[in-house]
């Protein structure tokens, strides 16, 4: 056979050359012959071949050596430098390892070789890790090697690289060894020792966020019962959003059985913990916690924690007693907070650490949002100092505070309440450190008079007490205080909250709508009139519900997006609905219209809640769900509060404020805050309950990963039992395709 094939000469003129191509390869060249044989082991893909253009192929089947057609292969992208390698020597056979095509090497694994591949099918890429067993006593490791990977594949974590597969690969080549090899997802990215020698140490919110992570990733690890053992910085890989993997479970120590040699020495020394250093087979998930900490102490500095100094007994015995470094020798511009957490987890007495995994990621979720400290503020075109309000009757008390915080800050500490209100008639502050219950006059009245005498100003409110209890305190919260804490506390308790409280200063600009919105509750509060540049046209109903779910947005509580996906969601389930009784309502046009437009206030009252309490990536405490619990009835009274700034809007407020304090009752009873049953739950909460649900569990929190729209789906009609009004629920499987299209339209 032959082409006929149209080519410019070099002096651009066209002429038409024929070219031989093979009508098969088993007739053609000795290339060809040698092609045909790449592309029936799969080594070059047919697909790919065929893609081909006619010249391309003709070139390689008349190649004048097999290096030239390599050569040309790879040109082509057909082969990689690697593949070629393998074939020029002579073992060609060990592409291939079961249904997967080695690509090229990646790395090394603590039981073997790591390669990028290619399932020949599917054409996913993955990781293959593979070793090969040569001596009998490498033979008995192979039951380590399986057992990694069966332990990854148990895990199901978005912070741990997945296990897809495994096997065994034996080459037709007599007296090759056996292969073993497991297959995990491939994870775009570099590893954390790679990122820090390339780029230098990580900000402090970018660390605290990556070991925020794999810290969850470590939970989970160890609620399977397995102890990772080999924690260090080539262990996380880092994907170019910020996703923290952790990989390599190849020393993981198993609850019911040891899979390690007496006396053998497992773990990378500098990150190792003591006590696994002593004896690997009887560590618990703390040791992992302390190579979490000499982690992070890398990530922040660029420096071992524990540098090895070329005599291992030397290196090991100093790890069994040696006291924890001090990071800020090496960055002392780091938090004193951020030191003290690292101090925790190098401690040598595991008892001395954080008890569990999820602690430390609880932990460091303030730091995530942690900026470098400055005792300077730009406001209005000028630098201007940062100043510190605090009000407490103790002297101790209040000479702890300000003492703690004139480092950072302009502090003027006052006794009395009354002191405190002619200071605030002069100036405005930007933090007010408050006793709960003040000298001369109430909290509340203290808390009142600060908002209405600043509206405009972005102003925050922290407010102790060591006799009121809880429940006390969060009503504070609730009439204009942003968080509380209960004395006596420690210095990195208070130095936290502040910190959290300046991280979530919004612009003047901002507050004075966050402030018409969060603190309506308050005596006397005055209305500032928005800006001729903020929708000068807007609805007033329209510009509040904006307003509040950029607030809602942005202080991280639901996904960007969900005021148009709520709203969007209601009205399908309004269309599906069947047309009986009460729910004849979902068909009148001005209540659908109404209610869409209040959906997107349903957590207004989440903005009441201290500390980001709703973002907390652990189990919450009794008294940490009871304040949690509180936000439906703050959400509820701030809205009805704004009844009376909006007369023109009171038919959407009260729909709002319905919603709003019903949207976590429970068609079962088991509900709250008020525990309504079936038809008692307001209509518009009933529908709202499962429109917020399936928005929150399709999008990414700091508790949990996104879930996919058929697990969204199985979760809503399978695993929550006695939630839902069997109607409404009826209405969203019908329309449960209508939710996916409006998911995609509005991503996260």
């Not at 651009?12 to 082991?41: C, K, Q, W, Y």
């Not at 305190?473 to 208070?494: H, N, R």
């Not at 389930?573 to 069947?578: A, D, G, L």
């Amino acid at each position: 056979m032959a082409i006929m094939l149209d080519i410019f000469t070099p002096r651009d003129r066209l002429v038409t050359a024929e070219i031989a191509v093979p009508n098969s390869f088993e007739s053609g060249t000795a290339m060809a012959r040698h092609l045909a044989a790449l592309l029936d082991s799969s080594i070059v893909l047919a697909e790919e071949w065929d893609e081909l253009a006619p010249l391309g192929k003709a070139l390689c089947c008349e190649s004048p050596s097999n290096e030239e057609l390599i050569e040309r292969l790879i040109d082509h992208k057909l082969l990689t430098a690697y593949q070629g390698e393998l074939i020029q020597s002579g073992r060609q056979d060990e592409i291939i390892v079961g249904s997967y095509r080695l690509l090229q090497p990646i790395g090394r694994g603590g039981m073997g070789i790591v390669y990028l591949a290619e399932h020949t099918h599917l054409r996913r890429r993955v990781a293959i890790k593979m070793t090969a067993y040569v001596t009998d006593m490498q033979l008995r490791m192979t039951h380590r090697f399986f057992a990694e990977a069966r332990s990854v594949a148990r895990l199901q974590h978005p912070n741990i690289v997945a296990c897809l597969d495994a096997g065994r690969h034996s080459s037709i080549k007599p007296h090759k060894p056996i292969t073993d090899y497991f297959v995990m997802e491939y994870v775009p990215g570099q590893d954390l020792d790679a990122l820090v020698r390339n780029g230098g140490p990580l900000p402090v919110h970018r660390a605290a966020d990556v070991f925020r992570q794999i810290a969850d990733a470590l939970a989970e690890a160890h609620k399977h019962g397995l102890v990772h053992r080999d924690l260090k910085p080539s262990n996380i890989i880092i994907t170019p959003d910020w996703q923290a993997k952790l990989l390599d479970f190849g020393l993981a120590l198993h609850p019911r059985h040891a899979l390690t040699e007496p006396g053998t020495l497992l773990g990378t020394v500098g990150y190792m913990a003591p006590e696994q250093a002593r004896d690997p087979h009887s560590v618990d998930g703390r040791a992992d916690l302390f190579s979490l900490g000499a982690t992070l102490f890398w990530a922040l500095t660029g420096k071992d924690p524990y540098p090895e100094t070329g005599n291992p007994l030397s290196d090991l015995s100093r790890r069994l007693t040696a006291s924890p470094p001090d990071i800020r020798i090496a960055r002392p511009e780091l938090p004193a907070d951020v030191a003290e957490l690292l101090t925790l987890l190098l401690q040598v007495d595991p008892d001395k650490r954080y008890p569990t995994a999820s602690s430390v990621a609880t932990a460091l979720q303030p730091f995530t949002r942690w900026v470098a400290p400055s005792s300077q503020i730009l406001e209005s075109g000028s630098n201007r100092q940062v100043q510190v309000l605090v009000v407490d009757g103790d002297d101790m008390s209040r000479g702890f505070v300000s003492t703690l915080l004139e480092g950072e800050f302009a502090v003027l500490p006052i006794k009395t309440g009354t002191e405190a209100l002619k200071a605030l008639e002069q100036k405005p502050y930007d933090l007010i450190v408050l006793d709960a219950t003040p000298l001369g006059c109430s909290a509340q009245d203290l808390i009142s008079t600060a908002r209405r005498l600043h509206s405009d100003h972005a102003m925050m409110i922290l407010v102790a007490s060591g006799t009121l209890p809880v429940a006390a305190l969060s009503g504070l919260v609730s009439i204009g205080a942003d968080d509380f804490m209960t004395k006596p506390f420690t210095p990195t308790e208070l130095r936290s909250r502040v910190r959290a409280l300046m991280n979530r200063r919004e612009t003047v600009h901002t507050r004075r709508y966050a402030t018409e919105t969060m603190r309506i509750g308050a005596n006397g509060l005055q209305r500032t009139a928005p800006s001729a540049n903020v929708m000068p046209s807007a609805n007033p109903w329209d510009l509040m519900t904006v307003t509040i779910s950029r607030l809602v947005v942005e202080a991280g509580y639901l996904a960007p997006g969900y005021r148009s996906r709520v709203a969007r969601y209601v009205r399908a389930m309004c269309q599906t609905v069947e047309s009986v009784g009460e729910y004849t309502r979902l068909k009148d046009p001005l209540y659908v219209n109404m209610l869409a437009a209040s959906a997107a206030l349903f957590d207004i009252g989440l903005l009441v809640i201290p500390g980001g309490l709703p973002l907390k990536p652990g189990k919450l405490d009794p008294d940490e769900r009871q304040v949690l619990q509180t936000h439906p009835t703050a959400g509820g009274e701030i809205l009805m509060g704004l009844a009376e700034k909006f007369p023109s809007e009171t038919g959407c407020i009260s729909l709002a404020a319905e919603l709003s304090r019903s949207h976590h009752e429970r068609w079962d009873g088991t509900g709250y805050p008020e525990r309504l049953a079936e038809s008692d739950i307001p209509l518009s909460a009933r529908l709202v309950s499962l429109a917020s649900v399936y928005d929150s569990l399709r999008s990414r929190r700091p508790y949990r990963p996104a879930v996919s729209h058929s697990r969204a789906v199985r979760v809503l009609t399978h695993e929550c039992a006695g939630r839902f009004d069997p109607a409404v629920l009826s209405a969203f499987m019908i329309a449960s395709s209508r939710f996916e299209q409006i998911y995609s339209e509005y991503p996260v």
